[in-house]
């Protein structure tokens, strides 16, 4: 891969003002895209990571949108597409957990889970999918139109007791993603998912913050360490770039190993 393979492409990070989106979204700019930050609330770390691109002689931009509702979907990708020629690449990475018991799960944990992560995912790539179909490839920028990733997660395969919600809006992610590679081939857009094992970041802090917290979890990850942001913008920017031209309809894990069923290294 050269230095900067997504020179002259535009990105667009959903959930990018934290976590695994902030990281994305720096890891994409590093390698030359432009990138437009979406942020739900926290507009300051939005800002923060425009900052950072742009003085790193990168282009940003804050966009602030709910990802689970059609209206706001539809005017952050009106705003970008006003103000850039092109989309090149959409990253559906905004995420929750609303973790509860199946029988303690309220309605209202259950539709938030799937609107946001599911929901959501199909309402970006929607909108991103329409872009790229109507500009088609640009020769000299990228040889897809357009590259779809979907930010799945080892829940889209290993089932989740407390998280029902969560484990249903990543396996529905795998067969959303699968379905719209197998559309959107013809029109050369490439759709992947990349599934992250434990990753520090917000969304599991309790998993990590603590030394008896951290190493109950590395028992689930053979490799020994948790995953850091940085190892998930490594493997997007290499997805999204033309070294994986003929990678489409796959999930790619990065998880240092937890689907590999840790226990069986001791038993069976
Ligand atoms: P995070 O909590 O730092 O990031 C989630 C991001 O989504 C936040 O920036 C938040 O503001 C944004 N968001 C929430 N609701 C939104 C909405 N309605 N509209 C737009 N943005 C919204 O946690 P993390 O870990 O960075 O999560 C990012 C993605 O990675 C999620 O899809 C999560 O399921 C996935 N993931 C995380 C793993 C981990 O171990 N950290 C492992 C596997 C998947
Ligand atoms: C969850 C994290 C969890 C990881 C591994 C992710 O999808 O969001 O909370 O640590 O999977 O179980």
């Known amino acids: 891969m050269t230095d900067r393979p997504?020179?002259?492409?535009?990105?667009?990070?959903?959930g990018a003002s934290s976590g695994l989106g902030e990281a994305v979204a720096r890891a994409l700019a590093a390698a030359g895209a432009a990138v437009a930050v979406n942020f739900v609330a926290n507009e300051p770390a939005a800002r923060r990571v425009v900052q950072d691109v742009e003085k790193a002689g990168g282009r940003a931009l804050a966009v602030r949108a709910d990802v689970s509702r059609e209206d706001e979907v539809e005017a952050m990708f009106a705003k970008i597409l006003s103000t850039w020629p092109a989309l090149d690449i959409l990253v559906n990475n905004a995420g929750v957990q609303r973790d509860a018991p199946l029988t303690e799960m309220t309605l209202a944990q259950?539709?938030?889970?799937?609107?946001?992560?599911?929901?959501?995912?199909?309402?970006?790539?929607?909108?991103?999918?329409?872009?790229?179909?109507?500009?088609?490839?640009?020769?000299?920028?990228?040889?897809?139109?357009?590259?779809?990733?979907?930010?799945?997660?080892?829940?889209?395969?290993?089932?989740?007791?407390?998280?029902?919600?969560?484990?249903?809006?990543?396996?529905?992610?795998?067969?959303?993603?699968q379905s719209m590679a197998q559309e959107l081939a013809p029109q050369r857009i490439r759709v992947n998912s990349i599934a992250p094992g434990a990753i520090r970041t917000p969304i599991n802090r309790r998993a990590w913050e603590t030394p008896e917290a951290l190493a109950s979890l590395l028992t689930l990850i053979p490799y020994g360490r948790i995953g850091e942001p940085a190892d998930v913008g490594r493997a997007v920017t290499w997805l999204v770039s033309d070294d994986a031209d003929y990678i489409h309809g796959q999930t790619i894990v990065v998880d240092g190993g937890m689907t590999l069923y840790p226990e069986f290294a001791r038993g069976g």
């Open 6 to 14: 997504l020179a002259g492409q535009h990105a667009l990070v959903t």
């Open 110 to 177: 259950w539709n938030t889970v799937l609107g946001i992560n599911l929901t959501g995912m199909f309402l970006c790539s929607r909108a991103a999918a329409r872009a790229m179909v109507r500009q088609g490839v640009r020769a000299g920028v990228s040889r897809a139109a357009g590259k779809i990733v979907c930010m799945s997660s080892v829940h889209e395969v290993i089932p989740w007791a407390g998280h029902a919600n969560y484990a249903a809006s990543k396996g529905g992610v795998k067969l959303l993603m």
